[in-house]
């Protein structure tokens, strides 16, 4: 008997992962006026953008259904091989995903356990990673819950949109806020906190957001820590491999992952948008990591 992974489509991890692994991924929507499209399933990533860029109707998205979930739980609680499932989602301060799998798991016979990430994108994907791998171990599911726990708040997500407008349509910052950072060209550094997205610094300029997210990264993870190091965006942008260099550099990699973010994140995030995880690794951790490599 084993343990199944579940997550959400935000986690930005590529098919061949998901497949290699296992993981069962549930979609979250976007939509257009009164279209919606299941992330990633009937809206790549570069169809969305682009139409995020064309379209006179703001993007905005949706949470899956208890139904949704509920399905996919009982179906994988049927297989003979599986006994248990850990179900990781994007933080509840960002979405309601995480509270409507709870929801969903109290319907369903099971042993299933829901866990809010207090994260996204790779951020997740981290996370999902690491259980998944865990659970291909053989590890119980109790203790790859005890394992997540530990490692929520050691993850830490840095980014940066290049242009405002995309958080003011979705209304996470106000327009006047917008305009002021147009006219001055100040770009927000932000960071997930806590499972919230917090100004974690202000540049002046495009040139000075790679510099200036390498700084908060730095600051929140000494230089020479064994981290697990990703980095994303929402269009193919030559500042992710700078980025990686950077932190390869700096950070001994214990494993390193690069994505291209999807839909729900580029809604909000808008075209060109950038970012990189640190999730700084004990010895201990280490080992199991290593252990569990497939």
Known sequence: MGVTVVTDSTCDLDEDMVRRYGIEVVSLSVGFGDQYYKDRIELSAEAFMHRLVTSQEPAHTAAPSPGAFATLYRDILARPDCDAIISIHLSGGLSSTARVAESAARLVDGNITVIDSQNVSVGLGILVLWAARRAVQGTAASMVTNELQALIPNVHLVLAPVTLEYLARGGRIGQAARLVGTLLDMKPILEVDHGMIKAAKKVRGD????????QVLGERVPHGTPCLIAAASTTPVPQVETLMTALTAN???????????GPVIGTHAGPGA?????????????????????
């Open 274 to 294: 950038y970012g990189a995880v640190l999730c700084p690794l004990t010895a201990d951790q280490v080992q199991l990591w290593q252990r569990t490599d497939t």
């Open 251 to 261: 950070y001994p990699p214990v494993a390193s992952l690069r994505a291209v973010a």
């Open 207 to 214: 040139r000075h957001i790679t510099p200036g997210i390498l």
